[in-house]
């Protein structure tokens, strides 16, 4: 009897085809001309060989060597709980639809760009949906229970490299979020995450990206090794994978208001805080003083990827404090599901719809010269 292709096919197991869905973009991408490099001279960020805003200062505030930044964690969100999928509908559809997300998130970053806006945090497993939540049934991660990658998730971070680096933009590739770490099963499970990812983002050879191995390494984690205590341990994991000689940058984030542990300084290429918790710029002096100051310090970027205080018309807050501690700073608006407030809630209208964010832009142009 005459053999079928489909025969052959049906043998080859079902890993062999994720693993080569996950692979044919690397590749389509390794065709592609690579624009944006991101590097580390000591405490400065360089894009292609250059400090970044090269030479700008800000009312007397070194701003070389910076970079600003948006929480946009959500730019490939998806929601796999049937249960709860519909609280993310479009209001002119009626409808969730992740596609839609990112082409819209996609179309708004020149104009974050012309801004001066260099980079913005995504995640693998995003955040919170509702700004702040304590419990969160929905199901958001690019990790399958056992660590493997979701080719749908990849695919749309695929597309943000892409585009970024035709920009000149970074992005901040997070890994784990609490409240979704859970999702992967054990340990081993996490390890295995932490490898497929950061294999992918070397095979994709972009080099625009930063990774922050979990959001608030201080929060509500399920695993161990993603807490404060042990979560160097999946810094050095991610630094020791390298292709042709070259690793990633790693690092991980604190909630707001609390300094760096001594071993995440050690282990960390920059270093991540978070301004959230009480409105107060004496807070982020703190933070940022007392993390310099660990034993095991030594030169390197400081970035706030994470901070919900604005009042950028005044001037005390929570920005400028971090620029005179020659920090960068990251705007996060958690705003509320109704497609015009905030950048965390879906469905998330990227543009700049409020008077907010519309603020915000303006100071980061007047603050880069952009």
């Given at each position: 009897?005459?053999?079928?292709?489909?025969?052959?096919?049906?043998?080859v197991p079902r890993r062999d085809f994720l693993e080569l869905a996950l692979a044919l973009p690397a590749l389509a991408e390794a065709q592609t001309v690579k624009r944006t490099e991101i590097s580390i001279h000591a405490e400065?960020?360089?894009?292609n060989g250059k400090p970044t805003y090269a030479g700008r200062e800000h009312r007397g505030l070194k701003i070389e060597?910076?970079?600003?930044?948006?929480?946009?964690?959500?730019?490939?969100?998806?929601?796999?709980?049937?249960?709860?999928?519909a609280r993310w509908a479009y209001p002119d559809s009626g409808k969730w639809d992740p596609e839609r997300n990112l082409r819209e998130f996609l179309a708004v970053l020149p104009e974050w760009r012309k801004s001066g806006v260099l980079a913005f945090t995504v995640n693998l497993q995003g955040g919170s949906p509702e700004g702040y939540s304590r419990g969160q049934p929905w199901e958001n991660t690019a990790f399958d229970p056992d660590g493997n990658l979701r080719p749908a998730y990849m695919n749309r971070l695929r597309q943000v490299l892409a585009r970024t680096d035709e920009l000149g933009m970074v992005v901040i590739v997070g890994y784990f979020y609490f409240g979704q770490d859970q999702r992967v099963t054990d340990e081993s499970a996490v390890?295995?995450?932490?490898?497929?990812?950061?294999?992918w983002l070397l095979d994709s050879e972009r080099r625009n990206l930063l990774v922050e191995i979990d959001n608030?390494?201080?929060?509500?984690?399920?695993?161990?090794?993603?807490?404060?205590?042990?979560?160097?341990?999946?810094i050095e994991q991610a630094k020791g994978i390298a292709r042709n000689g070259r690793r990633l940058l790693v690092g991980v984030s604190y909630g707001g208001g609390?300094?760096?542990?001594?071993?995440?300084?050690?282990?960390?290429?920059?270093?991540?805080?978070?301004?959230?918790?009480?409105d107060d710029p004496a807070r982020i002096h703190k933070v940022i003083r007392d993390s310099r100051a660990v034993s095991t310090?030594?030169?390197?970027?400081?970035?706030?990827?994470?901070?919900?205080?604005?009042?950028?018309?005044?001037?005390?807050?929570?920005?400028?404090?971090?620029?005179?501690?020659?920090?960068?700073?990251?705007?996060?608006?958690?705003g509320k599901s109704d497609y015009s407030d905030g950048y965390q809630c879906p469905?998330?209208?990227?543009?700049?719809?409020?008077?907010?964010?519309?603020?915000?832009?303006?100071?980061?142009?007047?603050?880069?010269?952009?």
């Open positions: 009897m005459k053999r079928s292709p489909d025969d052959d096919l049906a043998k400065q960020f360089f894009i060597g910076l970079l600003m930044n948006v929480r946009a964690v959500q730019a490939i969100f998806d929601d796999l709980n049937p249960e709860t999928r390890k295995r995450a932490v490898t497929n990812a950061t294999n608030e390494c201080n929060g509500s984690y399920h695993h161990e090794i993603l807490k404060a205590g042990r979560v160097h341990e999946l609390v300094p760096a542990g001594a071993n995440v300084v050690a282990a960390s290429d920059f270093l991540l805080l978070h301004g959230n918790g009480a310090w030594r030169p390197m970027p400081v970035l706030i990827n994470e901070d919900d205080h604005f009042r950028f018309d005044e001037p005390d807050n929570h920005l400028m404090a971090a620029l005179s501690e020659y920090a960068s700073w990251g705007y996060f608006d958690p469905p998330v209208n990227w543009g700049m719809s409020t008077e907010r964010k519309r603020q915000f832009f303006a100071k980061i142009k007047e603050i880069t010269g952009a």
